[in-house]
């Protein structure tokens, strides 16, 4: 017991992965993604250690958009508007889930930049199309912080207010 570490080791034999609750969208390879950790079998060369943790961190930053686009296609497609995602996502607040849908449908997935932050994104949702790609074009030639494009945004533009209908959750500009 004395000198024993109380910390599991993360590298297990293939077998005793295939027994656990996997995680296949990230699972790969040597990697197994399980609800409780990651399952790292043995020898796992550097490069391809360090290829998957910068896959991970692709995910991470896109998961707010993923959501978004998943809540916006069930509404499209099955008129399902936040119930389901309310289930997949019990401690996600509502409202969480009403952002994320909403910057997923006010921003197209053709003027969003991957070099810049979901929160970039927020802050040109309100706008039209063409201004959103004019100030995120900007955020990214100057390396604007959020804070700073969103003191570019409010100067630029008349603040519209967004209600969002408290049966249907559509949001409205007033």
Same mark, same amino acid.
């Given at each position: ?8 080791d993360p590298i297990v034999e293939r077998d005793e992965v ?54 916006n296609y069930g509404e499209m497609s099955y008129g399902e508007?936040?119930? #389901?995602?309310? *289930?997949?996502? %019990?401690?996600?607040?509502? =409202?969480?889930? &009403?952002?994320?849908a909403w910057v997923a449908r006010a921003v197209p997935r ?49 603040? #519209?207010?967004? *209600?969002?209908? %408290?049966?249907?959750?559509? =949001?409205?500009? &007033?």
């Open positions: 017991m004395k000198g024993e570490s109380l910390v599991p295939d027994s656990l609750d996997s995680i296949p969208a990230i699972s790969h390879g040597p990697f197994t993604a399980t609800p409780i950790g990651l399952i790292i079998e043995e020898n796992v060369p550097f490069e391809l250690w360090l290829a998957y943790g910068g896959a991970l961190r692709r995910v991470e930053k896109s998961l707010q958009w993923i959501i978004g686009d998943w809540i508007i936040y119930a #389901q995602a309310e *289930v997949m996502w %019990p401690g996600m607040t509502k =409202e969480r889930l &009403i952002r994320y053709y003027l969003r930049k991957h070099d810049l932050s979901w929160s970039h994104h927020v802050e040109v949702a309100k706008l039209d199309r063409k201004k959103q790609f004019s100030m995120l074009k900007l955020a990214l030639s100057e390396d604007l912080t959020v804070r700073e494009l969103r003191d570019r945004v409010d100067n630029k533009s008349h603040r #519209q207010r967004i *209600v969002c209908c %408290p049966k249907c959750y559509h =949001e409205f500009g &007033i």
